[in-house]
């Protein structure tokens, strides 16, 4: 069994474990800290994680001050380095009904207070400003925030590696996370078993992987790796109550949820003025190359890992035609002409106030969590993982980020109820 000691452990690459390695090993290079840091994936190439399933989108229009914080920073972030990450800034159009219309009037001088360039207009004034809007039925207002739009997610996740890698992070993958042990409040180690031998084939190893993430459905056979740990890191998304439960937290705070997202094109819809669309019914879409990406966040979806896409096909009972066609078929009848291209399912970590975990867990000294944040794990991750880099390195976040407290576990100013949340 082989074995490595590491000052620093995360459990995931995704995007939230990519960047918390790069802002941590940024910041102990900072403080001329020498500290080895490493983080193991089952999946490096993230076949199965949110941060390769996810819209791309980023805004930073969250009723809760932590959120806006850490998605302000992250955008801050993000235009440093446009090109890298072609961040295209083109903004977020946001048509309201009632409740969302009335939440985002009660937020904007929170906005204001941020200097986030958020422009309110009446239902009257959507033509002007989205000329394909046809029908306006439903529609009470239309939202644009200015400093959004929208990000290439693989790009991100590369630049924080690459980055990570430059510091000397080491990067372990196809290591299932399968162990903790605990001694006296304190994770010592992490046993991982190594499914790299598996099978050399790509397609089946993909189809196990599937299978190890969706069942926890491990061969004990397998070699395993021992990575004793200084401090533990849990940043594996949907998948982080599993890891809660290997170190004895027991996690009713986060469930996996299915959500879904098409490819269609659509000749003559040209949305390359827009970033990111959002109709009253709840759909985004936005403008990807010569097509359009579309999803739609079902709320009787039950909870589960589970991957299959199921908003194929053309019939009228396909919930491609009922959520998606449809729908925006009625706001703009330009959309009368659609052709499904392809489609794909991934996770969704919810909670139950829609806003994600970050800090210590409670009951452990060395153990900390950046986890959940649901459909904004992407726009908030550079934030998130400065956050978590102060907490780690300082025990203390900095005045940009200081509502970053606000994300423990225990919750000290109340529930974060996030009510624009998709
Ligand atoms: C359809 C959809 C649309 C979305 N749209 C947006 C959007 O527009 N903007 C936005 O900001 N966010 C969006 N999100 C949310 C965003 O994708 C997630 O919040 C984000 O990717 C979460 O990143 P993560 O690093 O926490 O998790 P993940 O990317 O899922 O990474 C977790 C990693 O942990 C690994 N892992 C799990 N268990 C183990 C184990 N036992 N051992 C080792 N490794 C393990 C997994 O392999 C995985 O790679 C969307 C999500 C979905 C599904």
Not at 50 to 73: H, M
Not at 357 to 379: D, I, K, Q
Request: negative net charge.
């Amino acid at each position: 069994m082989g074995s490595h000691d590491l000052d620093f452990l995360f459990i995931g690459a995704g995007i939230l474990g990519s960047a918390g390695a790069y802002a941590l090993s940024k910041k102990l290079g900072e403080r001329g800290v020498k500290a080895a840091v490493g983080v193991i994936d089952i999946d490096m190439e993230g076949e199965h994680s949110s941060t390769l399933k996810n819209a791309g989108g980023v805004r930073a229009t969250w009723r809760n001050r932590a959120n806006i914080e850490f998605c302000k920073y992250s955008i801050d972030f993000y235009e440093s380095i446009a090109e890298i990450i072609q961040f295209r800034e083109l903004g977020y159009f946001w048509m309201h009904g009632a409740r969302s219309w009335r939440e985002i009037i009660e937020n904007h001088p929170l906005y204001e207070e941020y200097g986030l360039p958020v422009e309110l207009y009446p239902a009257e004034e959507v033509p002007s400003i989205l000329p394909l809007v046809d029908n306006l039925e439903g529609i009470e207002g239309l939202s644009v925030s200015r400093k959004a739009g929208l990000i290439d997610h693989y790009s991100l996740r590369e630049f924080y590696r690459g980055e990570a890698r430059k510091n000397g992070v080491r990067f372990f993958d196809r290591c299932y996370a399968a162990r903790v042990s605990v001694e006296r409040e304190r994770a010592k180690e992490v046993t991982a078993y190594d499914i790299a031998g598996f099978n050399k084939d790509r397609g089946a190893m993909e189809e196990r992987v599937e299978e190890i993430l969706v069942d926890d459905a491990v061969d004990h056979d397998l070699p395993g790796i021992v990575f004793r740990c200084g401090t533990l890191i849990n940043t594996a998304g949907a998948w982080a109550p599993r890891i809660s439960a290997l170190y004895g937290f027991k996690d009713e705070g986060i469930m996996p949820r299915r959500r879904q997202m098409v490819v269609l094109n659509c000749p003559g819809v040209d949305l390359s003025p827009y970033g990111m669309l959002i109709d009253t019914s709840d759909i985004y879409f936005h403008k990807e190359g010569a097509n359009i990406v579309a999803g739609y966040s079902n709320t009787d979806e039950p909870y589960g890992y589970n991957f299959e896409f199921s908003f194929g096909g053309l019939s009228e009972e396909s919930p491609f035609v009922k959520h998606i066609w449809q729908p925006l078929w009625k706001r703009m009848s330009a959309f009368e002409r659609v052709k499904f291209i392809r489609g794909w399912a991934g996770m969704y970590a919810e909670t139950p106030d829609r806003s994600g975990y970050l800090g210590r867990v409670p009951g452990l000294e060395n153990v900390y969590e950046c986890e959940a944040h649901t459909g904004r794990g992407l726009m908030i991750s550079y934030g998130a993982a400065s956050a978590l880099a102060d907490l780690l390195v300082d025990g203390k976040f900095r005045e940009e980020l200081r509502h970053a407290e606000d994300l423990s576990r225990e919750r000290t100013s109340g529930p974060l109820f996030e009510g624009l949340h998709l």
